[in-house]
Structure formats: structure tokens, C-alpha cells
T-cell receptor, first 111, second 116 residues
Framework: DQQVKQNSPSLSVQEGRISILNCDYTNSMFDYFLWYKKYPAEGPTFLISISSIKDKNEDGRFTVFLNKSAKHLSLHIVPSQPGDSAVYFCAASANTGKLIFGQGTTLQVKP | DSGVTQTPKHLITATGQRVTLRCSPRSGDLSVYWYQQSLDQGLQFLIQYYNGEERAKGNILERFSAQQFPDLHSELNLSSLELGDSALYFC???????????????FGPGTRLTVL
């Protein structure tokens, strides 16, 4: 049972444009959502998070939007840079330490 | 550098053997988490310890066990290894126990286990 889904395995965008990565979830008990970035041969790196009581959180070039009624969140990267090329994971937790991860989306930013 | 260290970086062993993976959390973090990433699966939560006590358990096999020591480092023990146990094993740490809307976890570089 995949409670957190990232339906796009890959995404390619041009440098300077917006990257939008999407994530859907099924468990209405999730109260905290996170995005991680992962480069090959490294561990996931925390990017940005959002509590279920908010609908938007912004940190520099990264913004996460949460639509609770649709059980959907998205990560916007503006402007995209070649160094952003990596695998992006969304994750969710339900008032515990356990994080449920999506399968990941590979982002390629072309110069 | 997340501040979480894991040893060894790579481990190659044979079926039926037992191995121990080690993790040192970031300074000040009390929670340690273990995750498994197989080729065909995403990151799967295994187990969490908070200040020496087990706090949450995922789909961890009975052949696997973990503990967190008084100095807060943690070890994941994998026994009777099978080919399917080959995977990346990540450790993560956080300040809090998790929950109550706050759960940023910081990951180590992982241990790649290959079972032949």
C-alpha cells in the first residue's frame, strides 16, 4: 500500500525555468510533510517541510504547497539551476517519527 | 555534510552471515532512525530509537535488530543474511522524538550492503 506517491519518475526542465515536483498521499492522518534531495552515493538531504496547518512554506528558491482537500503537495524550484539535478523525495509522517517516502522523481536541469 | 556518520561505507558478505552497521547521530540529536533502500523500492522505514528506547517500528524483519547505546550511537544488526537483503541502509537523526508537527531528519551517507 503506497501511502505516498510520486507519479512522475522523471522531469526535465531548462535552466532558469520553474521545476514543479508533485506528490500525492492517501493517509489523512499525515500531519507533516517534507522534501528531500538525493545525489548519487549520498544520503538524502533535507530541503523544506510543511505542517498540515499551513498551505505554503517558502525558503529561498524552494516553495512547498499543500492542498489537504486534494491530498496533494508540490515543490516549486524557481529559478532552476543545473546543480538542482538530483532525485527528489517527498515524505510524510503522522504524529510519529516514522517517515513514509515516495518513490522519488529524478529532476534534470539542462543548461 | 549532515553530521550523521555511518560505518562501514561498503560491506560485502555471504548468505547466512551476520553483520553490524554503525551510526553516530548529529551532536545533540536524541533520535536515531534506520531506513532501507532496495533497488526496486524507495526508502523503507525500519526502526526508530529515542534516547535509548525503541519508539517506532516499521516492516523490520525478525532477522534484523537494532539498539541505541548510552552515548546515543546506534547499531543495526542483520543476521542470516539473504540475497534480498542487499541494499543501501541509511541512518538518520533528529532532535525530537518526532510527531507534533516537527520531524526533520538528517541522513547519513549510508552503508551499501552486498550479499553474495
Amino acid at each position: 500500500d503506497q501511502q505516498v506517491k510520486q507519479n512522475s519518475p522523471s522531469l526535465s526542465v531548462q535552466e532558469g525555468r520553474i521545476s514543479i515536483l508533485n506528490c500525492d498521499y492517501t493517509n489523512s492522518m499525515f500531519d507533516y510533510f517534507l522534501w528531500y534531495k538525493k545525489y548519487p552515493a549520498e544520503g538524502p538531504t533535507f530541503l523544506i517541510s510543511i505542517s498540515s496547518i499551513k498551505d505554503k512554506n517558502e525558503d529561498g528558491r524552494f516553495t512547498v504547497f499543500l492542498n489537504k482537500s486534494a491530498k496533494h503537495l508540490s515543490l516549486h524550484i524557481v529559478p532552476s539551476q543545473p546543480g538542482d539535478s538530483a532525485v527528489y523525495f517527498c515524505a510524510a509522517s503522522a504524529n510519529t517519527g516514522k517517515l513514509i517516502f515516495g518513490q522519488g522523481t529524478t529532476l534534470q536541469v539542462k543548461p | 555534510d549532515s553530521g550523521v556518520t555511518q560505518t562501514p561505507k561498503h560491506l560485502i558478505t555471504a548468505t547466512g552471515q551476520r553483520v553490524t552497521l554503525r551510526c553516530s547521530p548529529r551532536s545533540g540529536d536524541l533520535s536515531v532512525y534506520w531506513y532501507q533502500q532496495s533497488l526496486d523500492q524507495g526508502l523503507q522505514f525500519l526502526i526508530q530509537y529515542y534516547n535509548g528506547e525503541e519508539r517506532a517500528k516499521g516492516n523490520i524483519l525478525e532477522r534484523f535488530s537494532a539498539q541505541q547505546f548510552p552515548d546515543l550511537h546506534s547499531e543495526l544488526n542483520l543476521s542470516s543474511l539473504e540475497l534480498g537483503d542487499s541494499a543501501l541502509y541509511f541512518c538518520a537523526s533528529s532532535v525530537s522524538e518526532g510527531g507534533r508537527g516537527y520531524n526533520e531528519q538528517f541522513f547519513g551517507p549510508g552503508t551499501r550492503l552486498t550479499v553474495l
